[in-house]
Nanobody, 112 residues
Framework: QVQVVESGGGSVQPGGSLRLSCIVS????????VAWYRQPPGKQREFVAS???????EYADSVKDRFTISRVNLEKTVYLQMNRLNPEDTGVYYC??????WGQGTQVTVSA
């Protein structure tokens, strides 16, 4: 059974940084893509970044040059390094594995 667990959320001031982690168990992790999505308060869930099994990455325009997604296959973990955070980055961040499995989410709050 595949399980996806996010961690690393918290509260930070504008301009600050956070690193989110997504650990996947029960899957041949290295074969499959992993993506981060977020749901801002009162809005729909939106794509943030993804990384393929090959390591190729994609980003939403709103986070390019500020966020970096990476994976460590031996650890079955994907990281999302978030720099220069702003209030518009506030939301619940979800990890998705292989376009099927979702975690419970981790809250990120950016405010002064």
């Amino acid at each position: 059974q595949v399980q996806v667990v996010e961690s690393g959320g918290g509260s930070v001031q504008p301009g600050g940084s956070l690193r989110l982690s997504c650990i996947v168990s029960g899957s041949i992790f290295s074969w499959y893509p992993v993506a981060w999505y977020r749901q801002p308060p009162g809005k729909q869930r939106e794509f943030v970044a993804s990384i393929a099994g090959s390591g190729s990455t994609e980003y939403a325009d709103s986070v390019k040059d500020r966020f970096t997604i990476s994976r460590v296959n031996l650890e079955k973990t994907v990281y999302l390094q978030m720099n220069r955070l702003n209030p518009e980055d506030t939301g619940v961040y979800y990890c998705n594995h292989n376009n099927q499995y979702w975690g419970q989410g981790t809250q990120v709050t950016v405010s002064a």
